[in-house]
């Protein structure tokens, strides 16, 4: 990976997005009242656009990854690279006056990570 790349798929840099959100996939509660989580984490990366979007998110939506390098969760200044990953959708919300906003959602498995 190249020097200075922090956001990548399949090891192709990637636009950086303005916002990262993280969170749990919740499968339920166990018989003790704890929540059984997902080994995935689902993962946001949010994107304001102008009416002409051209990001590359939308060629990898609905694909298993080979790689996905972002952020952790609650880091500014490093980046991990996970080995299994899934590009769950890449959708365009339009707002007016402020841009488009792209989401693209991915389910990452925090334990599969290159260090």
Known sequence: MPRGIVFAIN?????SP????????V??????????RS?????EWRRTAGERCD??????ANTVLISLTTRPDGSLDTHETYTDAICKSVT???RRGVGNEIVATFYVNLNEVVV
Do not use: C
């Open 11 to 15: 090891r192709i840099g990637m636009p």
């Open 55 to 60: 990001l590359d998110w939308f060629d990898y």
């Open 39 to 43: 080994a995935y984490s689902r993962l």
């Open 18 to 25: 303005d916002e990262e959100v993280w969170a749990h996939n």
């Open 92 to 94: 365009m919300r339009h």
């Open 27 to 36: 499968l339920g509660e166990d018989l003790t009242g704890l929540q059984k």
